[in-house]
DNA sequence: TTGCAAATGAGACTCAATATCAATACGGAG
DNA sequence: CTCCGTATTGATATTGAGTCTCATTTGCAA
């Protein structure tokens, strides 16, 4: 079952409309490549229908990631920044602050960690965010 | 030597000038208890310098967080929030997506780990920032 | 096919944060 | 201590991401 099809399905476990503009916006979605914000994606749904709405994307991308097709990524400059779920499971980031890069890993010891910090605290854990900002190897001096 | 002192020091060193206003703002902000953002420390400096601008806050904010009096916090529903650096070091967060709270704690497996992997990618790690979202206690069923 | 609720497009609106700019105040030179 | 150039300030305009509104359109169940 494609990422679409998913996205169908989610629709109509939620009695929510299949729609052209929810359509093509899964599908420029699953074709980004790397990171976007919602702007970028706007773009380039546009492409395909330069009548989409700007509210309509920003009214799809929640969808998204409640459909477990998106994931909220990092803030960079106070936008936020998604990542098509390419199915490679969690991940933390590294931010280049110089060139804007952002560096995929995932930890399984901080992962484990985390769970523990949550558990002895009594936090019932939903989402977690780990970023580590600084330099990356090409910008370092 | 005290926290206004070393602001003062930090702005001799990058040849700014002392004013009322930025004295009004350290002192301010070292008085706030826990997290706050710049509308909410604006109002206490305001208590203090009715005249006080609300671009005089946000131009300050950078310097107190460069000086190391403050740290730049989570970011609450696109809103910065800062913290007065009491000198009890680093510590990451965990935000209650019910009630607000958040909850400071510190793991050292962590921090140990976060190294790790920035030298793995040969990243120079300047900062960096874990918050895990969900539930506090309080809020669980 | 029809009826009506859901969804859309266009643009107004919000709100944090930044930029502008004339007036003011700091602090080094004298 | 006084004067002067420049950093800083206050007031306000502007930006920009994101949200809201509402008249119009569209999907879909009957």
């Known amino acids: 079952m494609?990422?679409?099809?998913?996205?169908n399905h989610f629709l109509a476990e939620k009695s929510l409309k299949k729609t052209q503009g929810?359509?093509?916006?899964?599908?420029?979605?699953?074709?980004?490549?790397?990171?976007f914000d919602a702007e970028q994606l706007l773009s380039a749904v546009k492409k395909k229908d330069s009548k989409i709405s700007r509210a309509s994307v920003y009214r799809t991308l929640?969808?998204?990631v409640k459909a477990e097709l998106v994931k909220e990524s990092i803030q960079k400059d106070g936008r936020r920044?998604?990542?098509?779920?390419?199915?490679?499971?969690?991940?933390?980031?590294?931010?280049c602050v110089q060139c804007g890069e952002i560096i995929e890993f995932r930890d399984d010891v901080i992962e484990q960690r985390q769970k523990q910090i949550?558990?002895?605290?009594?936090?019932?854990m939903t989402d977690h965010r780990l970023e580590i900002r600084g330099l990356c190897s090409k910008c370092t001096p």
């Open 81 to 95: 920044i998604y990542e098509f779920s390419q199915g490679h499971g969690h991940h933390d980031h590294m931010l």
């Open 2 to 7: 494609d990422k679409t099809e998913l996205f």
């Open 22 to 35: 929810r359509d093509n916006i899964v599908k420029t979605a699953a074709s980004m490549k790397g990171h």
């Open 118 to 124: 949550a558990e002895k605290y009594n936090f019932k």
């Open 62 to 64: 929640p969808l998204l």
